[in-house]
Each structure stands twice: as structure tokens, then as C-alpha cells.
């Protein structure tokens, strides 16, 4: 035997001794058998891969894509089809991802899927009516994705037992869920999200370990319990839009990381909560809270976002909203705040502050706000004359002065904006020429002041609106 046959013979050996240790170990068969029997008594179909948009979540398969054309068949690795991926070690199926697959077939309570590993379950988007019943034993799941269907119905009992001590992810969202929510038992939830559906009765609070909980668009009725405020790893918190009543509890800012909090939509009073200073969006309008805004919301430095119109809101604004130095958007509109307008940072790009009582004279320190796109500030009791340095706020595209007892010549804002609006004031003397540079108008509206213009043909197109 030459040097060479004995080298290729020691080649030979050291693939199959350590090549093949490398490549993935087989799926089990049971479980494989258990796939089968799954897909089969469903008739799973795959929506056309040419208009199946992947799903890109946190568990979807590097780079959010999915193996293509491998199919479930007996005679292949499991491990290799598509929408099943596997324990690198075992072997064991750790993860079935059906999103976007319809499933046409009724699911029986004794349709089974026995796959005791499996850690990853994504059949959102399935077309699924019912909660399907072999949920119940599958007692490793860390991640359940069911949204997108059209479950209907209670959520049974059992429901809220499956894979009790390693549920880590669990999203109901956009079904037409109905009834009560007794308790929330996972321990480990670090995500939760009921939104879209038609639960009613108390709001129910997940373990202290959740970072995200979602159960805005429902029906939850009744107060905020306190005992939300043990949730204190929250990150963010959406309760829009259901039917929940009285005052939030004062403990809110114990709540420390909290970045999302979104109260809008529901019955709430009282006075508003101020929650942690690392909060970026708060959301609590069309509410009824009544009281003033305390000047302890300029601690909120970090705030992006802050909408509390449509409130009962009243007094005057404290002035340190300036100090809020990234506010993007303020919404204060729609109560019945008082006193001089308080302005916010330059960095803002959105305040409205109409149909509320403000008065005194608009502030020259307003056009500080050079980033502003749109500001309303009509139906208030505004007075004086308008800063002539408007026109320094040059992305402006909105500006509503209307129903004010403002006076003296108008101030024509820059040319970008498309709707200038300020009708019912004390205005008096000739528009300004200065007005046909506003090349971009949509809508214009001067009426009800006392202000001529001397016969020349103007450019624009008079709009009565
Ligand atoms: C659940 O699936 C939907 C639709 O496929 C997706 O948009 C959503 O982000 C998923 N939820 C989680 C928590 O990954
Ligand atoms: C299953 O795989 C085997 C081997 O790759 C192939 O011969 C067979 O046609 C496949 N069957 C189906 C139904 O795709
Ligand atoms: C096996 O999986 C683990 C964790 O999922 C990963 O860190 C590791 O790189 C994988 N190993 C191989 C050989 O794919
Ligand atoms: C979803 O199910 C309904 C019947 O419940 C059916 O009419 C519809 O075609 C299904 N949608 C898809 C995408 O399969
Ligand atoms: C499951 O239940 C349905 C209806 O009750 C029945 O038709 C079917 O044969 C059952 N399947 C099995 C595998 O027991
Ligand atoms: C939570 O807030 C309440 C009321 O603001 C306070 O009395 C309590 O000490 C706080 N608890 C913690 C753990 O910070
Ligand atoms: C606002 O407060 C007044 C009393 O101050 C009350 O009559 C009214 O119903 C309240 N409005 C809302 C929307 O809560
Ligand atoms: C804004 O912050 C500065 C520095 O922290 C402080 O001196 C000032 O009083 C604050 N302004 C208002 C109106 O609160
Ligand atoms: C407007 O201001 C005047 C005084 O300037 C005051 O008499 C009047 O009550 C105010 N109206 C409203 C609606 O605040
Ligand atoms: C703002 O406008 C005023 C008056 O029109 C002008 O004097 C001032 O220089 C302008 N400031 C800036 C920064 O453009
Ligand atoms: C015109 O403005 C006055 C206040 O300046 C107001 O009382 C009146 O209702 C307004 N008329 C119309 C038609 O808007």
C-alpha cells in the first residue's frame, strides 16, 4: 500500500470520524411520525411564496427567511423541512413556524401534536377559529404567536395552564376573543399582548417579570388595580382604548424603566399620573382628568411624545415644558387650561393647543420653534399682536390662529405653509402683499376680521372654507 492509498484510507476514516459527529443529528422519529400526523389532520396549505411576506420576529430564523422547497416528507430529515427547526444537540423539534399558512379542517379537541421539546410555536396568520385543545400538552413552549386569527369565543380554562413554567412570549392580538380573564398564572412572561379582541371585565396584570403588556382595544372595564405597580420591569404599556374607570393609582412611577405608557381612550379621572422620568411616550388623551398639569411633568426629560387632549384639564401650563429638550409632539387641545401659553422646546414639531382658555399675548419666544410643522392655537383667548418673526419658522405647514382676540396687522407665516387659518380675530389693516409668497397654500381663511386689501389681482384662490 503507497503513501498515497494510506493517506486517502486515513482521510476516509477521519471524515466518518469526525465529519459526521458535525452535521445535525436526525429528527426523532416520533416526533417526526407526530408532525405527520399533525399536517395531515389539518390540511395545512402554504400560501404562494411569491406574495408570503416572512414574518420578521425576534424567534424568525436567521435573516428572517425561510428555507424554501424542502416539503414534509418521510423519507427526509425533519430537521431539514421547512418550518420546523431542531435542537442542534438532540435532535428534538424546538420550533414549528406556520405563520401565513392557512389551515383549512376542523380542529378536534383530539387533534394531537406531541412533540414534548418544542420551545417556539408561531401560527399567527393561520385562519385558526378555535383555540386549537393540543396546546394543552406542550409543556416547554417559551413562545406562542396565535395573533392574526379568528378565534372566537372565551378563552377556555385549561388555556391559561399550558407550559406554566416557561411561557416567556405570548401574543392573542387582533381575534375576536370575548369574556373575562380570570388570572394569569406564567411566572417567566417577559411579553403579553391581548390587543384587538373583545375581552371584557377587570384588567388582568401579568407577572412582575413582564417587560411588555398590551391590552389595548378591548373592553376591560373597572379601575387600574395597584397592583400593576409590582410590574416593575415594565417597559411598555398599552391600555387605550377599553372601558377602564376612576384614578390611576399613585404609585405609577415606581414603575422605573417604563418607556411606552398609553392611556388613551377610556374613562379615566383624576388627577394625570406622572409616570417615571424614562418614559419617551405618553399617551393619555380623551379622558376625563381634571386638575392642573403638574410642573412635576417637566421631570419626564426624556418625553418624545405627550398628548392629553380632550381632558378637563384646568389652571395654568408650568412653564418648564421648555426644560422637556427632545419633545417632538405636545397635544394639550380641547381642555380648559388658562394663563399664558407655555412653550415648549425647539425641538418641537407638533403642539396643539386649541379650544382651551389661554390668554395673553402669543409669545415672540415661539418662533425659538424652528423645527414646527403644525400649530394650532385657535379658540382661545389670545391677545395682542402676533409676532412678526412667524415667518423665521420655515417648515411650518400648518398654522390655526382662528377665534382669538388677536390684533393688528396678521403675520404671514413662511411659504411652506399649506393652511393658514385665522378667522374671527381683531385683525386690522391691508393684508400684506407678503401674503402672495405663500406659494404652497391649500387653504386659507382670513374672514370676520377688520383687514382690506386695495384692488390688485392676488395670485391665490380666496378659500371660504
Ligand atoms: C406574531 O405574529 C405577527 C404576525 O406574523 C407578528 O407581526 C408579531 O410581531 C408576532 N409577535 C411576536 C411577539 O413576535
Ligand atoms: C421524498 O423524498 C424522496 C427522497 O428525496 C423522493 O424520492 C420523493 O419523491 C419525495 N416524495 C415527495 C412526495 O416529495
Ligand atoms: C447550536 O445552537 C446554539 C444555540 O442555539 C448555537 O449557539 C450554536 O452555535 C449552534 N451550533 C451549531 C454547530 O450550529
Ligand atoms: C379562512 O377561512 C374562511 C372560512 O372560515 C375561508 O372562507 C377563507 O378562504 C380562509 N382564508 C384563507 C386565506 O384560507
Ligand atoms: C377525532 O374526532 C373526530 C370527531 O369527533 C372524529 O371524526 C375523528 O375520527 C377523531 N380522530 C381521531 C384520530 O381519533
Ligand atoms: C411605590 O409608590 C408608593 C406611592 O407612591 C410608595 O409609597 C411606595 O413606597 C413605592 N414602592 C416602591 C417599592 O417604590
Ligand atoms: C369636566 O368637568 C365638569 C365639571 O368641572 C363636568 O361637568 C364635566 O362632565 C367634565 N367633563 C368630562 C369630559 O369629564
Ligand atoms: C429649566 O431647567 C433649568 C436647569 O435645570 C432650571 O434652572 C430652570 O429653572 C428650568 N426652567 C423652568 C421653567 O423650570
Ligand atoms: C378672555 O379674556 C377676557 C379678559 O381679557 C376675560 O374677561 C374673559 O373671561 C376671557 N374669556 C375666556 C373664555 O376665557
Ligand atoms: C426672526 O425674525 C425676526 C423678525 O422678522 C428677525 O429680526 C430675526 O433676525 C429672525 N431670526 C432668525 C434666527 O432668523
Ligand atoms: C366673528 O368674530 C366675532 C369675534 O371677533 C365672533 O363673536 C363672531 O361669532 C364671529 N362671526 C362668525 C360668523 O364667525
Redesign the pocket.
Known amino acids: 500500500m503507497g503513501w498515497h492509498r494510506f493517506l486517502g484510507l486515513l482521510c476516509f476514516l477521519f471524515f466518518f470520524h469526525f465529519h459526521l459527529p458535525f452535521t445535525s443529528p436526525l429528527c426523532p422519529p416520533d416526533q417526526r411520525d407526530a408532525l405527520l400526523n399533525f399536517k395531515n389532520s389539518f390540511l395545512l396549505d402554504k400560501i404562494a411564496s411569491d406574495n408570503f411576506d416572512s414574518p420578521c420576529t425576534i424567534y424568525s430564523r436567521d435573516p428572517c427567511s425561510f428555507k424554501r422547497g424542502i416539503?414534509w416528507?418521510?423519507?427526509?430529515d425533519c430537521c431539514s423541512w421547512d418550518e420546523v427547526t431542531c435542537d442542534n444537540v438532540t435532535g428534538n423539534v424546538i420550533g414549528l413556524y406556520l405563520a401565513y399558512h392557512p389551515i383549512h379542517g376542523t380542529l378536534y379537541s383530539n387533534n394531537s401534536l406531541h412533540l414534548p421539546k418544542l420551545q417556539v410555536l408561531d401560527m399567527s396568520t393561520c385562519n385558526l377559529t378555535k383555540l386549537p385543545y393540543f396546546l394543552n400538552s406542550l409543556e416547554s413552549l417559551t413562545y406562542l404567536n396565535l395573533s392574526h386569527n379568528k378565534i372566537s369565543g372565551e378563552i377556555p380554562r385549561w388555556f391559561w395552564g399550558i407550559s406554566q413554567h416557561t411561557l416567556k412570549h405570548l401574543d392573542l392580538s387582533n381575534n375576536l376573543m370575548e369574556g373575562d380573564i380570570h388570572q394569569l398564572r406564567w411566572k417567566q412572561l417577559l411579553y403579553i399582548n391581548f390587543q384587538e379582541n373583545s375581552l371584557q371585565g377587570p384588567l388582568p396584570i401579568p407577572s412582575p417579570s413582564t417587560h411588555y403588556f398590551f391590552a389595548g382595544s378591548n373592553g376591560f372595564t373597572g379601575e387600574i388595580p395597584s397592583s400593576i405597580c409590582q410590574l416593575i420591569s415594565l417597559l411598555e404599556l398599552e391600555l387605550s382604548s377599553n372601558n377602564l374607570l376612576g384614578t390611576i393609582p399613585p404609585c405609577f412611577g415606581n414603575i422605573t424603566n417604563l418607556d411606552y405608557l398609553a392611556l388613551s381612550h377610556n374613562k379615566l379621572q383624576g388627577p394625570i399620573p406622572i409616570p417615571s422620568p424614562s418614559t419617551r411616550y405618553f399617551f393619555a388623551e380623551r379622558n376625563g382628568f381634571t386638575g392642573e398639569i403638574p410642573s412635576s411633568i417637566c421631570q419626564l426629560s426624556s418625553l418624545l411624545r405627550l398628548t392629553l387632549h380632550h381632558n378637563n384639564l384646568s389652571g395654568t401650563v408650568p412653564p418648564c415644558f421648555g426644560n422637556i429638550t427632545n419633545l417632538d409632539y405636545l397635544a394639550l387641545s380641547s381642555n380648559k387650561l388658562q394663563g399664558p401659553l407655555s412653550i415648549p422646546s425647539p425641538s418641537t414639531r407638533y403642539f396643539y393647543a386649541k379650544n382651551n382658555g389661554f390668554t395673553g399675548e402669543i409669545p415672540s419666544s415661539i418662533c425659538q420653534l424652528i423645527s414646527l410643522l403644525k400649530l394650532a392655537l385657535s379658540w382661545n383667548n389670545l391677545s395682542g399682536t402676533v409676532p412678526p418673526c412667524f415667518g423665521n419658522i420655515t417648515n411650518l405647514d400648518y398654522l390655526g390662529l382662528s377665534h382669538n382676540k388677536l390684533q393688528g396687522p396678521p403675520s404671514i407665516p413662511s411659504p411652506s405653509t399649506h393652511y393658514f387659518y385665522a378667522k374671527s380675530n381683531g385683525f386690522t389693516g391691508e393684508i400684506p402683499s407678503s401674503i402672495c409668497q405663500l406659494s404652497s397654500l391649500l387653504s386659507l381663511d382670513l374672514s370676520n376680521n377688520s383687514l382690506f386689501r386695495k384692488y390688485t389681482p392676488l395670485f391665490w384662490q380666496y378659500n371660504q372654507s
Do not use: D, E, G, H
Request: proline share 0%; aromatic share 0%; glycine share 0%.
Open positions: 416539503s416528507n418521510k423519507s427526509v
